[in-house]
C-alpha cells in the first residue's frame, strides 16, 4: 500500500528536447526514441524514425511524450500518430535506472551518427533525477509496460502532471540552491 504519494513521471523533456522533436518530426514523420545502454555514443537518447528501431519484447517503455504540448501543460489524454514520441529503454538498463526519473535534453554539440538530430548542431541529452522514497513507494505499485505488452495494444494513461519543463534544473534541481 503506498502513502499517498503521487506517481511520479518517469520520462519528462525540457522545453528546448520537445521543440527539436518538433523540427525533427517536420523532417521525417513520427519519431521514437531509445535510452542507448552504453553502445556507440555512451549512454545517449538516441532519435529514430518511429518503427526504425526494433522495440525488444523486454524493453520498458519510460513514457510517450507529447508534442503538442507546451512547458507546463498536462494533457487530457494520450498523443497519437506525429504528436506521440514513444521512448523506450532495455529491460536490464531500466532496472538499473528505475529509481530515477529520466529528463530529456538538448545541447549544442554532435552526438551519434545513428541518431536523427545528429546533422542539427544539437544532440539529445539524458539527465536523470532519483525518485524520493515516497515516489519509490507509490512506482512499487505500477507495473511498467514492456514491448510485449504495447504489442498487445497496451497504453499507458495520459501524464496527470507536465511532462515537459522549460529548463531541465525544474526536474533535476541542484542540491543546495534554492528555486526563487
Known amino acids: 500500500m503506498n502513502s499517498g504519494a503521487a506517481v511520479p513521471l518517469r520520462l519528462m523533456a525540457t522545453a528546448g528536447a520537445a521543440d527539436l522533436l518538433r523540427r525533427l518530426r517536420s523532417l521525417h514523420g513520427a519519431l521514437m526514441m531509445h ?26 517503455l519510460l513514457g510517450v511524450l507529447d508534442l503538442r504540448l507546451s512547458a507546463g501543460e498536462v494533457p487530457s489524454d494520450l498523443p497519437a500518430g506525429d ?24 545541447v549544442p554539440g554532435r552526438g551519434s551518427g545513428f541518431s536523427l538530430e545528429s546533422p542539427e548542431g544539437m544532440r539529445f541529452l539524458s539527465r536523470a533525477r532519483a525518485f524520493s522514497a515516497d515516489e519509490n513507494e507509490a512506482l512499487n505499485s505500477e507495473r511498467p509496460l514492456t514491448g510485449e505488452d504495447w504489442e498487445r495494444g497496451e497504453r499507458p494513461d495520459p501524464p496527470t502532471s507536465p511532462q515537459i519543463v522549460t529548463e531541465a534544473v525544474e526536474a533535476c534541481p541542484v542540491p543546495g540552491t534554492s528555486s526563487t
Open 83 to 106: 504528436d506521440a514520441v514513444t521512448v523506450w529503454i532495455s529491460g536490464s538498463q531500466f532496472d538499473a535506472w528505475k529509481h530515477t526519473c529520466l529528463v530529456l535534453d538538448v
Open 35 to 60: 535510452q542507448s545502454g552504453g553502445c556507440c555514443d555512451g549512454s545517449a537518447p538516441m532519435c529514430y524514425p518511429d518503427g526504425e528501431f526494433i522495440v525488444g519484447d523486454r524493453d520498458v
